[in-house]
């Protein structure tokens, strides 16, 4: 946790030129779990996902980007389409932390000097780093194994973004996180001592979705978009 820290401080401390253009703000959308828990869709966001948002915009095409996003992630088996998981009839809740660094792409030239409306669909993409409670299922309860756990994951987010009124940008944006864990729903214990209880399909690890909007201030001075 403290080299991806560090990372992020050097990532966000690079200096281009001496003219640069930032944007801050949040984030605020749902979540929903991609496990052996719950509904299968893969978006339909069923709990409140909140955080901060970063750019800092290299070029017209592409910006360096960092966020922190909390949601209460849940997942119900009475929402699944599946008759064994409607049977089971699992609850699950938890709360998540995500850390993300990474960088954005526009398919079109966003330029935040140009005095027009700018408008642009992305992609994103980077690492993350995900902190969840550790919890496993007796007779069908959710039991807390009293810890937690930190891992990482790669988002993968595709959205749209405008810039319409004055120095605010606002963008809708869909993203999946692959981790690399398959114990964020509960399905396998953390503990050695508690993996019988673990069920669903071992090979396939966790995901979980953002969807939701974003809303940034850009200020700094206009970039030359050259290497120094």
């Known amino acids: 946790m403290r080299h991806l820290t560090l990372l992020i401080i050097s990532i966000l401390s690079i200096h281009f030129c001496e003219a640069q253009i930032h944007e801050i703000g949040g984030f605020a959308g749902g979540s929903n779990l991609i496990g052996d828990v719950g509904s299968t869709e893969y978006i339909a966001p069923n709990a409140p996902a909140l955080g901060l948002l970063y750019r800092w915009n290299r070029s ?9 996003i909390y949601s209460d992630l849940k997942a119900y088996d009475s929402k699944s389409e599946d ?28 330029d935040l000097h140009s ?46 973004k405008a810039k319409i009124i004055g120095n605010f940008v606002v963008g809708i944006e869909v993203g999946a996180r692959y981790t690399f864990t398959d114990e964020i729903d509960g399905s396998m214990p953390s503990s050695d001592n508690l993996q019988q209880y673990q069920f669903g399909n071992i090979n396939n690890n966790d995901w979980y979705m953002f969807s939701g909007l974003t809303l940034t201030y850009t200020f700094g001075q206009n970039p030359c978009y050259c290497v120094k």
Do not use: C
């Open 83 to 110: 008759p064994r998981r409607i049977q089971r009839d699992y609850d699950f809740d938890s709360n998540l932390l995500e850390i993300s660094a990474g960088m954005e792409f526009t398919f079109l030239d966003f």
């Open 60 to 68: 017209t095409r592409h910006s360096w980007r960092a966020s922190i």
């Open 115 to 160: 005095g027009k409306k700018e408008f642009t669909p992305y992609l994103y993409s980077g690492i993350s780093t995900v902190h969840y409670d550790n919890y496993y299922f007796v007779n069908g309860s959710q039991t807390s194994e009293n810890k937690s756990s930190w891992d990482f994951a790669i988002p993968m987010a595709i959205g749209v």
